[in-house]
C-alpha cells in the first residue's frame, strides 16, 4: 500500500521568563547514499543471490511494486488530495503500461530503498536517484532518464552571487544529510579548508533547511536544481544563486540481476525515443526538450561486486495496519478536538535481517502542513523485535488547535541514524466548532492549589502562576496548544508567564489513584503600543545534534526593550561555558553559539 536527538531549545526573556521547548524529527532525503551494513551480534551478512525470475513474479501477480520517497517535489510529492504525483511518479505509472502491469506504490524513507530492494519488498525504486559508485556495489541501475544538476538557492536581499565552491567561505549552508551533496559540499569544501565544519549545517529534510533560509537561520542552501527551482518559484523572497557545479544521472535501481532491468531499460528508451521523457519534463520540471541535456550512452553492469562487512544485515520495515484512528488513506480522517492530546498506534513488520531494540526509534518526518507534526518526538521501541516479528509502536500527540486535515509522516530510525522502511502516518480532522466551547470547569480535588496573580494584563505585562499539590503521582503545567507529556513540573512551583495574546494555562494533575484534576486558567490580553515582542528567536540546527556539537541562536526583540536573557535548561547563559553566568544582559538582536549541554 501507499504510505509514507532532540534537544531542549533555549529560552529568551525579553523583561520575561518564556519558556519554549521544541524537538523536531525530520524527513529522509532523496539523495542519499545506500545505507551501510548495520552491526549486528544477531544477523549474518547478508550474500547478494541471484536474482530470482524477477519479471515472472510481476507477471504473476499483475503489479510491478515501486518503491519511491515522496518528499522531493517535483519529482514524487502528495497534492492538496493526498494522492501521489511528480515527475518519477508519472514516470512509473508509463512504465507499469508498458509492462502491461499496474503499478503499486510504497512510500519509503530514502535511505531503505537500497536495503527494501534486497529483501525484495520492492520490484524496482524510482526516487531522483543519483547513479553512484557506491550505489552500483548493492544495486543495478537502468539507463538514466534525467541528467539534473546541482544549484544553490539564498534570499534574494542577500546580494549572495556563487560561482565557484570557494564562494561558499564565508557563509552557512544548509544541504540534506546524506545526500549527494553533503559527501560533495564535505569533501570538496569541508576537508580543503573552504568552509568551516560549524557553517555546513545538515538537515535530514529539504524542506527544513529552505524553511530555515527563509528564517534567516542558514545563507545558502545546496541541493538538486529543480527543486529549488520549485521554492525559488513559490517563494519571491528566494532565488538561485549558483547551478551547474555537480550533474547528477537518475536512473531506476533494482536489485542485483534482475531480469526486470532490460525489460525497463527498453521500456525507458521507447519512452525517450516517442519524445514522452521529454513530455514529463515539460510538465513537472517545466523544462522544454531544448532545456534538457542529453542522456548519456547506457552501461553495461558491473561484473564485480564490493562485499558486505562480514557483520553486516540490512534494515527493512513493512506497514501493517492502523491499530487506531485509521484514516481509510487519507479518505476519512477520523476527528480529534482542538488542543486535545491523544496517541496513535501503528503495527509494523520487521523484514529486515536486523534485531530491532530499544536504540531503533520511529521519527517523525514530515508533515502536510507544519501544524500538522502535533508535537511528535521521537520515540524508542518497546523491546527486542526479531526478523520476521511484527511490533505495535505508539507515539503521543496533541491535535492543532485550528480547524483543517492533517497528515503527519514518520519512519523508522536505525542506531546509525539512517531512516528506512515505509513511511506510515496519522491523519486526523480538527472540525470547526459549532459554538464556541467555554474552557472545561474540572472538579476540584483535594489537596490541589493553583493560583494566579491576575487574569487581565497588557502586552508585555507578566502574570505570576503558583501551585502547590499533595499526594499527586504527576503534575503538569501547559499552555494552549503545547503538549502537556513534555511540560512536566515538580509539585509546588511557581511561574512568571508574559503572553503576548489571550491564552489558557492548565495545571493538570494526575492523582495516585487514576482520577484527572484539570486546573485551567485564562489570562486576557489587551495590545499595548511597543510592547516588547520576539519577531524571531531561533536555533540552527533547529532539532537534533549529534553529542559534542555547537548551535547558533539567533534573535530579533520588537519593541520598547529593556534587556533581554538567554537560558539553557532553566539557567541563564551566554556563549559556550553557559552555566558559568547567571544573568546576561543582551541587546535586542544579536546572535550566539552555545553548547546544549550533555
Known amino acids: 500500500m501507499t504510505h509514507i536527538r532532540p534537544i531542549r531549545l533555549l529560552i529568551l526573556v525579553v523583561l520575561l521568563t518564556i ?27 547478508p550474500t547478494p543471490a541471484p536474482a530470482a525470475d524477477a519479471w515472472a513474479a510481476v507477471q504473476e501477480r499483475g503489479r510491478l511494486i515501486i518503491g519511491t520517497a515522496a518528499d522531493y517535489p517535483p519529482f514524487a510529492f502528495y497534492t492538496e488530495a ?27 524513507a530514502f535511505d531503505g530503498l537500497a536495503g527494501a530492494l534486497q529483501v525484495g519488498q520492492i520490484d524496482a525504486a524510482i526516487a531522483a536517484i543519483s547513479v553512484t559508485d557506491a550505489r552500483r556495489a548493492v544495486v543495478d541501475f537502468s539507463s538514466v532518464y534525467h541528467v539534473s544538476e546541482d544549484a544553490a538557492l539564498a534570499r534574494t536581499d542577500s546580494g549572495i552571487a556563487l560561482r565557484s565552491l570557494a564562494d ?56 538538486d536544481r529543480l527543486p529549488l527551482e520549485v521554492a525559488a518559484r513559490d517563494d519571491a523572497a528566494l532565488a538561485l544563486v549558483g547551478r551547474g557545479l555537480n550533474e547528477q544521472q537518475f536512473a531506476v535501481a533494482l536489485p542485483i540481476g534482475s531480469n526486470l532491468t532490460p525489460r525497463i531499460d527498453e521500456a525507458l528508451a521507447a519512452l525517450q525515443a516517442e519524445g514522452v ?78 534485531t530491532w531494540d530499544s ?24 523491546g527486542a523485535v526479531a526478523p520476521g516479528a511484527t511490533v505495535e509502536l505508539s507515539v503521543d500527540l496533541v491535535a492543532p488547535l485550528t480547524p483543517g486535515i492533517y497528515q503527519g509522516f514518520w519512519s ?55 501551585w502547590d499539590v ?22 509546588s512551583g511557581t511561574r512568571a508567564e508574559c503572553p503576548n495574546v489571550s491564552t489558557t494555562y492548565t495545571l493538570r494533575v494526575n492523582q495516585p489513584d487514576g482520577t484527572l484534576d484539570l486546573r485551567p486558567s485564562r489570562i486576557e490580553v489587551t495590545p499595548a503600543p511597543n510592547a516588547p515582542f520576539i519577531s524571531f528567536f531561533t536555533v540552527t540546527p533547529s532539532f537534533q545534534i549529534a553529542v559534542g556539537q555547537c548551535v547558533e541562536v539567533r534573535w530579533q526583540v520588537d519593541g520598547e ?38
Open 470 to 491: 499533595s499526594g499527586a503521582g504527576q503534575v503538569y503545567f501547559y499552555a494552549e496548544g503545547q503538549p502537556w507529556q513534555l511540560n512536566g513540573v515538580s509539585n
Open 277 to 354: 521523457l521529454a513530455d514529463l519534463a515539460e510538465r513537472y520540471l517545466s523544462l522544454e526538450e531544448t532545456e534538457l541535456a542529453p542522456l548519456p550512452t547506457p552501461e553495461p553492469q558491473p561484473t564485480e561486486r564490493a562485499v558486505l562487512p562480514a557483520t553486516g544485515c540490512i534494515d527493512a520495515m513493512a506497514f501493517v495496519a492502523h491499530v487506531n484512528l485509521d484514516d481509510a488513506n487519507m479518505e476519512s480522517p477520523p476527528p480529534v478536538s482542538p488542543g486535545e492530546a491523544f496517541q496513535k498506534t501503528w503495527r509494523v513488520q520487521n523484514i529486515g535481517t536486523c
Open 412 to 466: 523508522m530510525r536505525a542506531p546509525s541514524g539512517l531512516l528506512f522502511g515505509e513511511r506510515i502516518w496519522v491523519g486526523i480532522e480538527v472540525p470547526e466548532p459549532a459554538t464556541p466551547t467555554p474552557v472545561p470547569t474540572a472538579v476540584p480535588l483535594p489537596g490541589v492549589r493553583f493560583t494566579v496573580d491576575r487574569a487581565a494584563i497588557r502586552a508585555g505585562e507578566c502574570v505570576s502562576f503558583a
Open 168 to 223: 561558499l567561505a564565508p557563509y552557512r549552508v544548509g544541504v540534506q544529510a546524506g545526500s549527494v551533496f553533503q559527501t560533495w559540499l564535505q569533501e570538496a569544501v569541508v576537508e580543503a579548508g573552504v568552509l568551516p565544519a560549524d557553517n555546513l549545517l545538515v538537515y535530514t529534510d529539504n524542506n527544513q533547511a529552505i524553511g530555515d533560509l527563509i528564517e534567516g537561520r542558514v545563507d545558502v542552501v545546496v541541493a
Open 19 to 45: 519558556l519554549a521547548a521544541c524537538r523536531q524529527q525530520a524527513a529522509e532525503t532523496p539523495t542519499i547514499e545506500p545505507p551501510e551494513a548495520t552491526p549486528s551480534a544477531t544477523a549474518t551478512a
Open 82 to 108: 493526498f494522492e501521489l504525483d511528480g515527475f518519477d511518479v508519472a514516470l512509473a505509472r508509463l512504465l507499469g503500461e508498458r509492462l502491461g502491469v499496474e503499478v503499486e506504490f510504497s512510500d519509503m
Open 359 to 382: 536504540s531503533y526509534q520511529v521519527s517523525p518526518v514530515g508533515s502536510n502542513v507544519p501544524a500538522a507534526r502535533m508535537g511528535g518526538r521521537a520515540t524508542p521501541l518497546p
Open 561 to 598: 526593550v529593556g534587556n533581554v536573557r538567554v537560558a539553557r535548561n532553566d539557567t541563564h547563559a551566554v556563549g559556550r561555558r553557559a552555566a558559568q553566568r547567571h544573568v546576561a544582559r543582551l541587546p535586542a538582536a544579536g546572535r550566539g553559539r552555545l553548547h546544549p549541554g550533555r
